[in-house]
């Protein structure tokens, strides 16, 4: 029943997503890779007068609409990336599974052809509606000190949702996917294969020299200058040396 603390909202979609994922089927998996694939989001001509200067960011907010989603989840099992069974409310998770199944990305604008905007990477269906558009902001949006007390021990992952995790984040952090981050992003996985989080605070990374690997271990192991979990060190191992503190 609808009360005046539960209000009805009104939402029109402004254009709709380009993707190589066709809609499967009820009850069929999507088949969509955690790392997704390039797309076009075809914005409607009534609306194209917002893309104005759009141009001038690297990175956009992308909100889709999961118009295919389940709505009367409110607590499920994150299984599409990991063995983990642990039930967790759906506001706990990105499950596209949820109430109001608004979701949201964050990927490379490469180009702008009139009103469509050709991206890097989308993770949802062919068809998907777009609710909204916004700039990517640097220092506004990125906030290094955040933590997520609970995470999915990264050794439990599916191997290949791993992998395109971690080379999502190294990508983010640098803007490509070269010789240098493919080095760090194999050490990474070697560190998860012995069953230690990157992430975990009790190991700090020795860095041989300053350069992307910095950018790289703040995304993919939260490691900063700041919280002591990096530190410059000439003799260090190449990309990276990590090493695991006993007394923590």
Known sequence: MMTD???????????VAHTPFPWPGPNQSTGIPAQGAPGVIEIFPEYEEGLLDIESTTHIIVLPF????????LQVMPR??????????????????????????????????????????????DGTPILDIKPYTPGWDM????RQEYRTPLHQMKKDSLRA????????????????????????LD??????DPHDVAITYRLPQLDGRVEMLQCAASATFGNGRLCYDPKAKEPFEAVISASL
């Open 165 to 188: 995790r971690i080379e999502r984040e190294l990508e983010n952090a640098t803007g490509q996917i070269g010789e240098l981050e493919n080095r760090v992003l194999q050490s990474l």
């Open 5 to 15: 603390k539960d209000p009805a909202f009104e939402c029109h979609a402004i254009g």
């Open 66 to 73: 999961f118009h295919k989603a389940d709505r009367s989840c």
């Open 143 to 146: 906030i290094p000190s955040a």
């Open 191 to 196: 560190l998860v294969a012995m069953e230690r």
């Open 80 to 125: 599409k990336c990991s063995t983990d069974t642990h039930l967790r409310g759906v506001f706990a998770i990105r499950a596209p599974v949820r109430p109001n199944p608004i979701a949201l990305t964050i990927t490379r604008l490469d180009r702008r052809e009139n009103r469509f905007l050709h991206v890097r990477r989308l993770d949802f269906l």
